[in-house]
């Protein structure tokens, strides 16, 4: 007998969240929610992500038995939080703060349920090799900086900047896939890995 699931609704416009939960086998609805990313004064990174992902699932009203999961990324470092750039000079900057030493990404993901809200947090190193002044303008001529934090994406041309990183690849990208599958499986929510029918 198949059993009635509940039902995911991903607060994110982010593509790429919704192709990491697709690799997991799990079907979403999207409704992006639209908040405030302003970090508070004093806020350490760790707080400000889990409070986002907090604000972002809170600010979708689901349907009774639905549960809502959102995300936020931010690249660190030297403690500063770097969003978005909002221009390409701001984006030449990030490249340039990160060129030839290790970050930090944080994400963290809140998944609320009718139950309950529950919110993890992981942290992933990432080392950049120096960049040359020249390939970060032609990056920064490119689509590929302007929804990312840090001004890069890892999983495109981006990429070319990484020497190693210590944690994992998919919480960069925005979700991390081991924490968030186990985030699913709490709230019931069965992925490809988990028997449709509720058995173990
Ligand atoms: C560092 C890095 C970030 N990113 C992306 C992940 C996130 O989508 C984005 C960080 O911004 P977020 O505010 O976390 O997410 P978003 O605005 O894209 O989507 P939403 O708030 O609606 O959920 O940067 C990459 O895709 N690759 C990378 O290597």
């Known amino acids: 007998m198949l059993l009635n699931r509940p039902s995911l609704i991903l607060a994110s416009r982010s593509p790429r969240r919704r192709e990491l939960l697709a690799q997991l086998g799990v079907e979403v609805s999207v409704v992006p929610a639209d908040i405030d990313e302003t970090p508070a004064p004093g806020e350490t990174p760790r707080d400000y992500v889990e409070r986002i992902a907090r604000e972002k699932a809170a600010a979708v009203q689901p349907a009774a038995d639905a549960c809502v999961l959102a995300a936020d990324t931010a690249v660190v470092v030297d403690g500063d939080i770097l969003g978005k750039p909002e221009s390409l000079d701001a984006g030449r900057r990030m490249l340039r703060r990160l060129s030839g030493r290790v970050h930090q990404v944080f994400t963290a993901v809140a998944l609320r349920s009718p139950r309950d809200l529950r919110v993890i947090c992981r942290e992933t190193r990432v ?36 020497e190693r990183i210590d944690g994992s690849y998919s919480n960069v990208v925005g979700l991390p896939l081991c924490e968030t599958l186990a985030l699913l499986r709490g709230a019931g929510i069965p992925s490809a890995l988990d028997d449709p029918a509720g058995g173990a």
């Open 127 to 162: 080392a950049f090799r120096a960049l040359e002044d020249a390939e970060c303008e032609r990056y920064l001529a490119s689509d590929e900086p302007w929804d990312k934090a840090g001004a890069y994406a890892i999983q495109g041309l981006g990429g070319a900047f990484v």
